[in-house]
């Protein structure tokens, strides 16, 4: 069995905005470009990420004004990220232990990309699955 890595995972460039963009900004990127996830950069660095639950929870849920809230306000930060040579399966379990959808991929601070849960096929799906169901027959023993 072929063992993928984060970087194997990485279908497209991450988008990204400073952290000064507003929501408005981000979720107009997010539908352009079919994407559930924005990286806040700044300085070349990843600050936060911003996401579809942050714009429910955080702007939506609060009544916040889309078009006059920054993402520094409201990111998710600092998020967990991941290296190139991270297993697959170890940042799917990273994902799901978190609640996470998407996950940065990060080198020495520099933001590679990001990987989200529909990246994975089944042959990570399946290795999760079964680590849990060992994990589950063994706490009943």
Same mark, same amino acid.
């Given at each position: 069995?072929?063992?993928?890595?984060?970087?194997?995972?990485? $279908?497209? *460039? $991450?988008?990204?905005?400073?952290?000064?963009?507003? !929501?408005?900004?981000?979720?107009?990127?997010?539908?352009?470009?079919?994407?559930?996830?924005?990286?806040?950069?700044?300085?070349?660095?990843?600050?936060?990420?911003?996401?579809?639950?942050?714009?429910?929870?955080?702007?939506?849920?609060?009544?916040?004004?889309? $078009?006059?809230?920054?993402?520094?306000?409201?990111?998710?930060?600092?998020?967990?990220? !991941?290296?190139?040579?991270?297993?697959?399966?170890? #940042?799917?379990?990273?994902?799901?232990?978190?609640?996470?959808?998407?996950?940065?991929?990060?080198?020495?601070?520099?933001?590679?990309?990001?990987?989200?849960?529909?990246?994975?096929?089944? #042959?990570?799906? *399946?290795? !999760?699955?079964?680590?849990? *169901?060992?994990?589950? *027959?063994? #706490? $009943?023993?």
């Amino acid at each position: 069995m072929v063992r993928r890595t984060a970087e194997d995972l990485i $279908a497209r *460039q $991450a988008i990204h905005l400073p952290g000064n963009a507003t !929501v408005l900004e981000a979720a107009y990127l997010m539908a352009e470009h079919k994407i559930g996830a924005i990286m806040v950069v700044e300085e070349g660095r990843l600050r936060g990420i911003f996401t579809e639950r942050d714009a429910l929870f955080r702007v939506i849920a609060e009544a916040r004004d889309p $078009a006059m809230t920054p993402l520094s306000g409201v990111m998710t930060a600092p998020p967990k990220t !991941v290296t190139p040579g991270t297993r697959a399966v170890e #940042a799917l379990l990273i994902m799901r232990d978190n609640g996470f959808r998407h996950l940065p991929v990060v080198e020495s601070g520099e933001v590679l990309g990001i990987i989200s849960l529909r990246d994975f096929v089944g #042959a990570e799906l *399946q290795e !999760v699955e079964d680590q849990l *169901q060992y994990a589950q *027959q063994t #706490a $009943a023993v």
